[in-house]
């Protein structure tokens, strides 16, 4: 089905066309655009609310500024999708996070208009400054750069050190900061308390605006604007003592103005331009604005997939027989299983209680699992920091987050031997959100600090003896637990907890020649396979190794006294990963064998269904059985020679 752009936005192929069109007119394109992106979105699927709330914004950039000549730096990127339809890619935009489509966040190979890659938080404003820095050292000074960041990303250390340097720097930076108290959920902590005090402060606002108003019509408007700015200071330590943080690091401050006035925001914009040197708009806007169910539960629609945009009805699968549950689910309702019995345990998330389903146990025990905001460094340190007070902490992470932590993990965690319980959710391939959120790196990075126990579950039952494990007092070293985004294998998967070997893997089955060493889910890629090749008169031995660190060596001796021919299977890069482990085991004990390693490869793997991105990398059961019979039909032809 064709969806069709209302008569203005089809007018619209780029910024240059959009600063064609009368002020009057902005208010129906911006009409036309948000109700393009709920077209769209509702058949297509993405993330919804975040582009709803900055449709006025989008166009109010680009008709103010010069881009791309001007450097428009997106956080995060969920709320782009307004920026791309008016940058050229309205017609491509129904492709959007499908595979070879559209980027699901901005991408600088993908267009000039996206100036910077984004997809984690809190980016925007260093490089922004850096653009700012580089226009004034090579004499560009009508060059702009405008950071646009959500009060969420606010949180992370990243956004106030570069605000920190922008403060000294003399840069002509404009940070926006796009204030909803949201980022996927709630947004948490006493950074989202000052901004509600600044904007339920309309005594300290109205006086504000009222003397620059005033001294702007005065004669020597620079000479007036100057007191102006000296009164604006005083005012707020009058008014409201807690306004003058971003000011306090040299950083002027306008704002708050609302984000859906599509007239007051251009003229701020406008009047924004010709004020040199780092500032920062703060503007108030509604996430999932336009769409009364997203304005209402704006994280259900953060990203609900496909709906009924009349009905609101959110079209899921239906299945006859039971299903398995979501990984991420197994952890959250494992977690209040556990805690019940240890009153040691704690939950912390850096912002995903919903998307880690730590949810559950914020709901049953609020007083002991804790949203600490888009800080990861902050989460791993906290937990440490727990866990020398003798509790017993799940640190839960997306794995591709997680990179954000890493010297966490070596200073804080490895270094001091902490028994902090690291579950990396979304590891390995993610999907539709692409490279930016793929987990591909955490086993490499994971496996070459000391001290680390290196885990991933082959399905539910595993996941939860991994975590009953994790948690015993028995273990006193780092402990890692990833698990993929989606579905497990088991529909009856609330299996009795017991205690796993630390370092054991498991024999799945005997076979001839070929063994497939398997590590995680994908384990369940290799049975698949297995069962295909049984009609080939193939038939490899299958073991599931359950631990990258520490490798069960004993188990490895007996693979490689059997078998001449290994395929090692992981949803991780294959550069310095589990079969990276396996080969330096072959080596160290001097075994001879041919060993041919599946994962994510060396190269970035772009957006798709996770069925067309683990067909794409070879390692799913096609794959798999693909490679089982190349091998064999090598050995087959030196047997004959």
């Known amino acids: 089905m064709e969806i069709q752009a209302g008569p203005l936005l089809q007018q619209i192929n780029s910024p240059a066309d959009l600063r064609k069109l009368d002020r009057e007119q902005l208010h129906q394109l911006s009409d036309e655009l948000r109700q393009y992106i709920i077209d ?21 950039l680009h008709y ?19 920026h791309k339809i008016l940058t050229g890619r309205r017609d491509k935009f129904s492709t959007n996070r499908k595979y070879k489509g559209l ?15 984004v997809g984690h938080s809190s980016t925007s404003i260093s490089a922004a400054l850096g653009m700012a820095i580089a226009a004034k050292y090579k004499g560009e000074k009508d060059k702009k750069a405008i950071a646009v960041i959500g009060d969420g990303s606010m949180t992370a250390g990243m956004a106030f050190e570069a605000m920190n340097h922008a403060g000294v720097s003399d840069a002509d930076l404009l940070i926006i900061l796009n204030d909803n108290c949201m980022s996927i959920d709630p947004n948490v902590g006493a950074l989202k308390e000052y901004l509600t005090d600044i904007t339920t402060s309309p005594t300290y606002n109205k006086i504000k605006d009222d003397i620059w108003k005033a001294l702007g019509k005065l004669p020597g408007k620079k000479f007036s604007r100057e007191i102006a700015s000296k009164l604006e200071h005083s005012i707020k330590g009058f008014v409201n003592k807690s306004s003058n943080l971003f000011e306090s690091m040299k950083i002027r401050y306008f704002g708050p103005i609302d984000g859906h006035n599509i007239t007051k925001l251009v003229d701020t ?14 503007i108030i806007t509604v996430k999932g604005k336009g769409f009364e169910l997203a304005e209402k539960d704006q994280t259900k629609w953060h990203a609900p997939g496909l709906f009924d945009k009349v009905t609101g009805e959110i079209f899921k699968k239906k299945f006859e027989t039971p299903q398995p549950p979501k990984y991420q689910d197994v952890f959250g309702h494992t977690i209040i299983e556990l805690a019940e019995k240890n009153d040691k345990i704690f939950g912390i998330t850096p912002a995903m209680p919903s998307g880690s389903s730590l949810k559950f146990m914020m709901e049953k025990m609020p007083d002991r699992a804790i949203d600490v905001g888009i800080c990861e460094q902050h989460a791993v340190t906290l937990s440490t920091g727990m866990a020398t007070q003798g509790l017993r902490v799940f640190c839960n992470i997306y794995s591709s987050f997680m990179q954000r932590a890493f010297d966490q993990v ?14 990396l959710d979304r590891a390995g ?39 009953y494990t994790a948690q015993l007092d028995s273990n006193r070293h780092p402990f890692v637990i990833r698990y993929p985004r989606g579905e497990g294998v088991m ?26 060493l398997s590590f995680g889910h994908p384990g369940n890629f290799a049975a698949a396979a297995i069962r295909d090749l049984k009609a080939d008169g193939i038939n490899p031995g299958h073991y599931d190794m359950r631990f990258v660190k520490p490798l069960d060596e004993e188990l490895l001796h007996e693979v490689f006294s059997k078998y001449s021919k ?24 001097q075994y001879s064998a041919q060993v041919e390693m599946l994962g994510i490869p060396d190269r970035l793997v772009e957006h798709g269904t996770l069925k067309e991105l683990h067909n794409e990398c070879g390692y799913d059961a096609v794959g798999i059985a693909s490679k089982a019979r190349e091998m064999m039909r090598d050995h087959v032809a030196v047997t004959t020679l």
């Open 40 to 60: 769209v979105v509702s058949v297509h699927g993405g993330h919804f609310g975040a582009s709803l709330g900055v449709v006025e914004l989008s166009v109010a």
């Open 64 to 82: 103010v500024f010069n881009t791309p000549y001007d450097q428009l730096v997106w956080d995060v990127g969920h709320q782009a999708y307004g």
């Open 103 to 117: 980027s699901g966040f901005p991408k600088r190979s993908e267009s000039e208009y996206d100036t910077f890659g």
């Open 269 to 282: 914009l406008n009047d924004l331009k010709d004020i040199p040197g780092p500032k920062l708009l703060h």
């Open 410 to 423: 070596v200073h804080d965690a490895a270094i001091q031997d902490l028994p902090v319980i690291f579950c």
């Open 429 to 467: 391939l993610v999907g539709d959100d692409g490279p930016t959120h793929h987990g591909a790196y955490d086993i490499a990075y994971m496996r070459c600090i000391p001290n680390m126990i290196i885990s991933a579950p082959m399905n539910e039952a595993e996941l939860r003896d991994l975590m």
């Open 491 to 516: 529909p009856e998967w609330r299996t009795p907890m017991k205690e796993v070997t630390v370092g054991k893997g498991r024999k799945l089955k005997d076979g001839d020649t070929l063994a497939i």
């Open 566 to 589: 290994i395929i090692t299977v992981e949803d991780g890069t294959i550069v310095g990963g589990f079969g990276s482990a396996i080969v330096e085991f072959m080596n160290a004990h």
